[in-house]
């Protein structure tokens, strides 16, 4: 059967207006700053061509944005968190919806979704654990999404961190994930959430 209209729709197929009025009516659902059709499953690789277009080359989407694209977030972040290889920098597109980064990325730290790169799980969730200020149980639980989302866990995570001692950040790395370890947080069970947070040290 041939599809009548694309996966994911933007301004350069209708106009702004028309593409807000047909959520509105229920008919599509927003991926970022693009539309797709109601029934069209939210997938990663719908998030990942959402965002695609919208990525300077050479950029890479990491911490919020990756956890967006994963599925760890429902939501996307306002303004993309992007990294650049130290080793292949480039020039940043100044944009008030990006956040830019240098940072060292080693192969593994980076996967391809169709045109987008974008940090892996297991990467996504060290720098969360290194970068965020302040680091709260809501990070913990990010954290925890998208090293469960990966298929690996708290120990395979800290065993990554202290392969990198000279990466900044570290000590704050593994302090935090024993933290967590120690705390038994979990994203089952989270009724009521509270019961799992009192008292949770994660600075």
Same mark, same amino acid.
């Given at each position: 059967?041939?599809?009548?209209?694309?996966?994911?729709?933007?301004?350069?197929?209708?106009? %702004?207006?028309?593409?807000?009025?047909?959520?509105?009516?229920?008919?599509?659902?927003?991926?970022?700053?693009?539309?797709?059709? /109601?029934?069209?499953?939210?997938?990663?690789?719908?998030?990942?061509?959402?965002?695609?277009?919208?990525?300077?080359?050479?950029?890479?989407?990491?911490?919020?944005? *990756?956890?967006?694209?994963? @599925?760890?977030?429902?939501?996307? %972040?306002?303004?993309?968190?992007?990294?650049?290889?130290?080793?292949?920098?480039?020039?940043?597109?100044?944009?008030?919806?990006?956040?830019?980064?240098?940072?060292? /990325?080693?192969?593994?730290?980076?996967?391809?979704?169709? *045109? /987008?790169?974008?940090?892996?799980?297991?990467?996504?969730?060290?720098?969360? /654990?290194?970068?965020?200020?302040?680091?709260? *149980?809501?990070?913990?639980?990010?954290?925890?999404?998208?090293?469960?989302?990966?298929?690996?866990?708290?120990?395979?995570?800290?065993?990554?961190?202290?392969t990198q001692p000279r990466y900044p950040g570290v000590r704050r790395a593994l302090a935090r994930l024993a933290s967590i370890d120690r705390s038994?947080?979990?994203?089952? @069970?989270?009724?009521?959430?509270?019961?799992?947070?009192?008292?949770?040290?994660?600075?």
């Amino acid at each position: 059967m041939t599809r009548l209209l694309p996966r994911l729709l933007d301004q350069v197929d209708l106009p %702004p207006a028309e593409l807000r009025a047909a959520r509105i009516d229920g008919q599509l659902f927003a991926v970022d700053e693009a539309f797709a059709v /109601l029934g069209e499953p939210d997938s990663v690789e719908l998030r990942a061509a959402a965002l695609a277009p919208l990525v300077p080359d050479r950029m890479i989407v990491e911490r919020s944005s *990756a956890l967006w694209v994963y @599925g760890a977030r429902a939501e996307a %972040p306002f303004r993309h968190q992007l990294c650049m290889d130290m080793a292949n920098r480039t020039t940043p597109h100044h944009s008030l919806r990006f956040e830019y980064r240098e940072c060292r /990325l080693e192969r593994d730290d980076v996967l391809q979704l169709g *045109a /987008l790169k974008i940090t892996s799980h297991l990467r996504t969730a060290i720098d969360l /654990l290194r970068t965020r200020e302040p680091f709260a *149980a809501a990070d913990a639980l990010d954290v925890l999404a998208v090293l469960q989302l990966g298929g690996s866990g708290v120990s395979e995570c800290a065993r990554c961190i202290r392969t990198q001692p000279r990466y900044p950040g570290v000590r704050r790395a593994l302090a935090r994930l024993a933290s967590i370890d120690r705390s038994g947080l979990s994203l089952s @069970g989270l009724n009521p959430l509270g019961s799992q947070l009192a008292g949770l040290s994660l600075h």
